[in-house]
């Protein structure tokens, strides 16, 4: 069955930073991968998503992840964090075994960017 | 743009009360899904539902637990007799094919006193 990990329940960075933020998957098939931001008592916003074209997706705000088979790892990565990026990010692999594709999620990681 | 609408965005209830969480996905799309987040906690897979039958449904989803689409439009989630544990915020969610990527709604939080 497919699953992600999402190293690091709670990331801080500095505004201007670097933001990295980790997700290794387990996947008898090639997975499909996606980035989802969640901001205080919203939805779910899709960042991006990989769908086994370019291994270097770029999504919305800045944002990009790098699908590494050898790694088995879709880490998320911003040259320089705004303080607009702090909130909640979900890895999700889309569970192909199944049939129903349904989204499996991580655990979720807290971005807090420090001024 | 096109989008999954959730209502209500808010509801609290009693313990023992039944609830029903609407949704209505985007309207060319046949595969409606069921997630719940409780409060600070992970996304969890409730229920998939696909030409009027569940397609899958978690351990999650026991016999308090049932989904409806009475029209052509709307998706329910009902629960019979909620619990404290309950409380959570559910997320709708609806593809155009099994494939397809996943809309997701702004979620209904759900509050049992």
């Known amino acids: 069955a497919q699953s992600v990990t999402q190293l690091g329940s709670h990331v801080s960075v500095s505004e201007g930073a670097l933001v990295l933020l980790r997700c290794n998957y387990s996947s008898s098939v090639p997975p499909y991968l996606f980035w989802y931001v969640q901001y205080p008592n919203q939805g779910l916003q899709l960042l991006l998503k990989?769908?086994?074209?370019?291994?270097l997706v770029k999504g919305i705000n800045g944002f990009e992840a790098e699908f590494k088979k050898s790694e088995t790892s879709f880490h998320l990565t911003k040259p320089s964090a705004h303080m607009s990026d702090a909130a909640e990010y979900f890895c999700?692999?889309?569970?192909?075994?199944?049939?129903?594709?349904?989204?499996?999620f991580g655990t979720g990681t807290r971005l807090k960017v420090l001024a | 743009e096109p989008e999954v609408t959730q209502t209500p965005s808010h509801q609290v209830t009693q313990m023992g009360q039944e609830v029903i969480l609407r949704c209505v996905p985007i309207s060319n799309h046949l595969y409606f899904y069921w997630y719940r987040q409780i409060l600070g906690q992970k996304v969890e897979f409730l229920v998939s539902f696909y030409n009027n039958e569940i397609s899958e449904k978690s351990e999650i989803f026991d016999d308090q637990f049932s989904v409806e689409r009475p029209d052509g439009s709307n998706f329910t989630l009902k629960i019979r007799s909620t619990k404290l544990e309950d409380s959570a915020m559910y997320f709708c969610?609806?593809?155009?094919?099994?494939?397809?990527?996943?809309?997701f709604g702004e979620g209904s939080r759900l509050t049992v006193l």
């Open positions: 990989y769908t086994s074209a370019a291994t």
């Open positions: 999700a692999v889309s569970d192909r075994g199944s049939g129903t594709y349904k989204y499996i």
């Open positions: 969610a609806s593809r155009a094919s099994s494939t397809g990527e996943l809309f």
